[in-house]
Nanobody, 116 residues
Framework: QVQLQESGGGSVQSGGSLKLSCAAS?????MAWFRQAPGKEREVVAD???????TYTDSVKGRFTISHDGVNNILYLQMTRLLPEATAMYYC?????????????WGQGTQVTVSS
């Protein structure tokens, strides 16, 4: 069983920054950040494998950075130059399988609100 707990969400103005954290218990093979805006489907923002490789959705490339503290098993998402369209509930997720093969574990989410 893997438990995930997000933190770090909040309200910022357009152009601002936030850093999300996800404390994980248990071993995982791949972790990711998803987000879900009101009225929209949940979408992947970025994922990271335990070998350190990562991928990003096009809309956040160059502005968001995913990282993982292997000692404390914490997944981060550094978000810079935030835009109002980034407003969403952000979820941490993990799997013990390969990335993209199905996410077995989810956190409760942390809200990010970006005002113009």
């Amino acid at each position: 069983q893997v438990q995930l707990q997000e933190s770090g969400g909040g309200s910022v103005q357009s152009g601002g920054s936030l850093k999300l954290s996800c404390a994980a218990s248990g071993d995982t093979r791949c972790m990711a950040w998803f987000r879900q805006a009101p009225g929209k489907e949940r979408e992947v923002v970025a994922d990271m494998r335990m070998d350190g490789s990562s991928t990003y959705t096009d809309s956040v490339k160059g502005r968001f950075t995913i990282s993982h503290d292997g000692v404390n098993n914490i997944l981060y998402l550094q978000m810079t130059r935030l835009l109002p369209e980034a407003t969403a509930m952000y979820y941490c997720t993990a799997t013990r399988a390969l990335c993209g093969s199905g996410w077995g574990y989810w956190g409760q989410g942390t809200q990010v609100t970006v005002s113009s």
